[in-house]
Nanobody, 115 residues
Framework: QVRLVESGGGLVQPGQSLRLSCVASGFTFRDYAMNWYRQAPGNERELVATIGRSGGHINYADFVLGRFTISRDNAKNTVYLQMNRLKPEDTSVYYC????????WGQGTQVTVSS
């Protein structure tokens, strides 16, 4: 059974940092690209960052470029999203995602950026 479990969200002030983690199970993690998405209330879910199987082929949405860093540890079946210089508009539920024989999502972790 494929599982993606996110953690690390919380309430922070503008300019602060958070690191999200997503632990994967039920498939051969090192064989698949991983993605982070986010969805704010009333908005569509949007792609934040993607990382290839071996940690290369990294891409970011323009709105996080230079502030967020995606990485992975294949030994730990974990993908990370380091978020620096957070802004109020980054407030969203953040989801881990991968596409195997189907598309899989975690339950999401709430990130709130507010003073």
């Amino acid at each position: 059974q494929v599982r993606l479990v996110e953690s690390g969200g919380g309430l922070v002030q503008p300019g602060q940092s958070l690191r999200l983690s997503c632990v994967a199970s039920g498939f051969t993690f090192r064989d698949y690209a991983m993605n982070w998405y986010r969805q704010a209330p009333g908005n569509e879910r949007e792609l934040v960052a993607t990382i290839g199987r071996s940690g290369g082929h990294i891409n970011y949405a323009d709105f996080v470029l230079g502030r967020f860093t995606i990485s992975r540890d294949n030994a730990k079946n974990t993908v990370y999203l380091q978020m620096n210089r957070l802004k109020p508009e980054d407030t969203s539920v953040y989801y881990c995602n991968t596409r195997l024989w189907g598309e899989y999502w975690g339950q999401g972790t709430q990130v709130t950026v507010s003073s």
